[in-house]
């Protein structure tokens, strides 16, 4: 039986990979001709964590074009922790990393456990290396979280990513 269930929520820019990066975890495929994710979807997930025990993560992916105001309050409300994500071809897409940051951290709470993911990682050998990978990987440490790099297409460290954000939820819940 699951002990937890956990708000998750996906955040960051318009076609990062966030809808691609839930519907890897939850069916893995990658689907290639999906409709734009429109207002949200909310997806329910059983992860295993510290052995046997179960948490029950339900999944947010909202549209782009939902971020009012009005949503906004509903969206972030109770959220026990955030993936957010960024486009490894995009610099546009990291740069907009610490306003996403803030934005969570007003809205959901200033300790929120998040993971940083940089997704899209198959495209680097085509369109080389745009952000400083390093840097990223500094600034998550700095902010008391982790990057890691995920492709939705490949499926590389995409349940990683959920994983590790569900052990930081429930570290930090446990006081630990
Ligand atoms: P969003 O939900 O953040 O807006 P989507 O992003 O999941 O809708 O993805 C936006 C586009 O990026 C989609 O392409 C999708 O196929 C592609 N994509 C998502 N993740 C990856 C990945 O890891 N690698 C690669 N190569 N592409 C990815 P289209 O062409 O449909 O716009
Ligand atoms: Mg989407």
Not at 68 to 82: D, H, L, M, N, P
Not at 98 to 121: D, M, S, T, Y
Not at 141 to 166: D, P, Q, W
């Amino acid at each position: 039986m699951s002990s937890y269930k956990l708000k998750v929520l996906l955040c960051g820019a318009a076609a990062v990979g966030k809808t691609s990066l839930v519907q890897r975890f939850i069916k893995n495929r990658f689907a290639t001709n999906y409709k734009l994710t429109v207002g949200v979807d909310i997806l329910t997930k059983d992860v295993n964590y510290d052995g046997d025990e179960i948490a029950t993560l339900s999944i947010w992916d909202i549209g782009g074009q939902q971020r009012f105001e009005f949503i906004r309050s509903t969206f972030y409300k109770g959220a026990a922790g955030v993936l957010l994500v960024f486009d490894l071809s995009r610099a546009q897409t990291y740069a907009e990393i610490r306003k996403w940051l803030a934005e969570i951290r007003q809205f959901a709470g200033e300790h929120i456990p998040f993971v940083l993911a940089g997704n899209k990682v198959d495209l680097i050998e085509d369109v080389g290396e745009v952000i400083d990978r390093e840097e990223a990987k500094r600034f998550a440490e700095a902010e008391n979280s982790i990057y890691i790099e995920t492709s939705a297409k490949t499926g590389v460290h995409v349940e990683e990513a959920f994983g590790e954000l569900t052990r930081r939820i429930i570290k930090s819940r446990s006081g630990q």
